[in-house]
């Protein structure tokens, strides 16, 4: 149990679904993350949030479309994804950006079909 | 940009000791991290370093040459739960800060 909580583990969608991955961090940290890690990659950085601001978009495609209502909530909304948006997506959180340790969660395993 | 550079696999046995190399290149450092992530699980912290030479934690030990842009993680006495991938990761520092990944190391421990 790391303190930061995501849902659903597992998720099979098609390419035309709508769905949301949620992050919920009880740390008080103020920055939160996504992360997307493939087979024989590296944890990719998706987006940085810091006090719910996004300060960080590493180009990123549009059907990915993060939404931080609060410090301890941050989510994920796909739509029109791609088979190869299959992979698992990691959510974590720390201090601030510039912070070394960082906290993830589980991950979500998404299977775009 | 940034980049991280790491061997993708090493095989040790019980007891032995491995290390664990880490170059980078970045825009602006602020220090160097290790985690451990076990096959299906979150990567966890490891250790930190933002000054150059060794931190000890137990049987981990994390060394930085800020000169050389390079660290490594040394692993002594290892124990079959060690088997996992090992990332070094580097902070950037202020509001844009942010931490970037190497592609990360799979270390198999054999009996």
């Known amino acids: 149990e790391t303190g930061v909580t995501q849902t659903p583990r597992h998720l099979v969608m098609g390419m035309t679904n709508k769905k949301s991955l949620k992050c919920e961090q009880h740390?008080?940290?103020?920055?939160m993350y996504w992360y997307k890690q493939s087979a024989k990659k590296p944890l990719e950085l998706m987006f940085v949030y810091n006090f719910k601001e996004q300060t960080e978009n590493n180009s990123v495609p549009s059907r990915f479309s993060p939404e931080c209502p609060n410090s301890s909530h941050l989510f994920l909304h796909l739509h029109t994804l791609q088979p190869e948006d299959s992979a698992l997506y990691l959510c974590?959180?720390?201090?601030?950006?510039?912070?070394?340790?960082?906290?993830f969660g589980q991950g979500t395993r998404l299977t775009v079909v | 940009g940034q980049s991280l550079e790491q061997p993708s696999e090493v095989t040790a046995v019980e007891g032995a000791i491995v290390q664990i190399n880490c170059t980078y290149q970045?825009?602006?450092?602020?220090?160097l991290s290790w985690y451990q992530q076990h096959d299906g699980g979150a990567p966890t912290f490891l250790s930190y370093n933002a000054l150059d030479g060794l931190e000890e934690t137990g049987r981990f030990s994390s060394f930085l040459s800020r000169s050389d842009s390079y660290g490594y993680l040394l692993l002594q006495e290892l124990q079959m739960k060690d088997s996992a991938s090992y990332f070094c990761a580097v902070t950037r520092p202020g509001n844009t800060g942010k931490l970037i990944f190497g592609q990360g190391t799979t270390l198999q421990v054999k009996p």
């Open positions: 740390l008080g940290h103020n920055a």
């Open positions: 970045t825009s602006g450092f602020y220090g």
């Open positions: 974590a959180s720390s201090q601030d950006p510039s912070y070394p340790e960082a906290f």
